[in-house]
């Protein structure tokens, strides 16, 4: 009965922990730049995107599809880059667990 108590305890200081490491991750943003640093974005930990800068050198009305393939470069990595912050954040809490889809 002691043994439950105990783990009960542990599961919900676990489960306080990975909310507090969920707001956190709110507050943190990445960068991802495609183009040699023409188009840059940032995101948040929750996946927003909070930024996007375009260098007006390419900003072409005559191409604007290189145009809209840098800006999907950019924002497609800066979304990786959250997983794996994301990751790096959250796996702490389910390592060795093997929950797929968790986060």
């Known amino acids: 009965m002691k043994n ?3 783990m009960m305890k542990q599961m919900q200081k676990m489960q306080k922990d990975m909310q507090k490491a969920q707001e ?12 040699g640093g023409a188009v840059k974005v940032v995101a948040s930990g929750d996946k927003q995107i909070l930024d996007i800068e375009i260098d007006e050198d390419v900003v072409d009305p005559d191409d604007v599809e290189m145009l809209q393939d840098l800006m999907l470069a950019a924002m497609n990595e ?10 790096q954040d959250m796996g702490k809490f389910t390592k060795g667990m093997n929950i797929p889809g968790m986060f």
């Open 78 to 87: 800066a979304l990786k880059k959250v997983d794996e912050l994301v990751e």
């Open 24 to 35: 956190e991750l709110k507050e943190k943003s990445v960068e991802a730049t495609a183009g």
């Open 4 to 6: 439950q108590a105990n």
